[in-house]
T-cell receptor
Framework: AQSVAQPEDQVNVAEGNPLTVKCTYSVSGNPYLFWYVQYPNRGLQFLLK??????LVKGSYGFEAEFNKSQTSFHLKKPSALVSDSALYFC????????????FGSGTKLNVKP | SQTIHQWPATLVQPVGSPLSLECTVEGTSNPNLYWYRQAAGRGLQLLFYSVGIGQISSEVPQNLSASRPQDRQFILSSKKLLLSDSGFYLC?????????????FGAGSRLTVL
């Protein structure tokens, strides 16, 4: 079965500090991994994806994610957090057998304090 | 460019009343279409997806149904709403289901059942 786990309900960081939002996955077949961000009362916005190739993936708004096959992880990172990064972040995996289906983690609330 | 529209944005309905949420996509043809529900501002639950007109896959037994009467139109319905149907409903689309295609979400419809 495909699944995604985001072990932290909330992450608190100070502005200017690096941030990490954790994600681990379980998938049959090749992993297709995604990160999305959601601002209050809005739909989800795509940040970045891992399909194949370099383990470090760069995305929108200065975010990047590191794919680690041995640890089945896909952690979201940013070198210097902004207050405006405060939002709800979702990790997602595409079903390796049925590309029509996506599975999302439970979300991590990122709070960046000035 | 492609755009996705959802309406209504906000809906307050009494228990036992019917429901109709509509989603349309512009600028593409034969999209895969999805309905997700987000309860309490957290995880996303896949409700239905459709790979073509009249083709609906149901993921979870619900008091809800979906229909796709036209290529770029996806409708979520209920004959009689329950309190537990309250939530934030998100429509999404993706192109041909290769691994690389991402889900693009609409702005969401917030349903409150009283």
């Amino acid at each position: 079965a495909q699944s995604v786990a985001q072990p932290e309900d909330q992450v608190n960081v100070a502005e200017g500090n690096p941030l990490t939002v954790k994600c681990t996955y379980s998938v049959s077949g090749n992993p297709y991994l995604f990160w999305y961000v959601q601002y209050p009362n809005r739909g989800l916005q795509f940040l970045l994806k891992y399909i194949t190739g370099d383990n470090l993936v760069k995305g929108s708004y200065g975010f990047e994610a590191e794919f680690n096959k041995s640890q089945t992880s896909f952690h979201l990172k940013k070198p210097s957090a902004l207050v405006s990064d405060s939002a709800l972040y979702f990790c997602a995996v595409r079903d390796g057998y049925n590309f029509n289906k996506f599975y999302f983690g439970s979300g991590t609330k990122l709070n960046v304090k000035p | 460019s492609q755009t996705i529209h959802q309406w209504p944005a906000t809906l307050v309905q009494p228990v036992g009343s019917p429901l109709s949420l509509e989603c349309t996509v512009e600028g593409t043809s034969n999209p895969n279409l999805y309905w997700y529900r987000q309860a309490a501002g957290r995880g996303l639950q896949l409700l239905f997806y459709s790979v073509g007109i009249g083709q609906i896959s149901s993921e979870v037994p619900q008091n809800l149904s979906a229909s796709r009467p036209q290529d770029r139109q996806f409708i979520l319905s209920s004959k009689k709403l329950l309190l537990s149907d309250s939530g934030f409903y998100l429509c999404a689309w993706t192109g041909t289901p290769t691994g690389a295609n991402v889900l693009t979400f609409g702005a969401g419809s917030r349903l409150t059942v009283l």
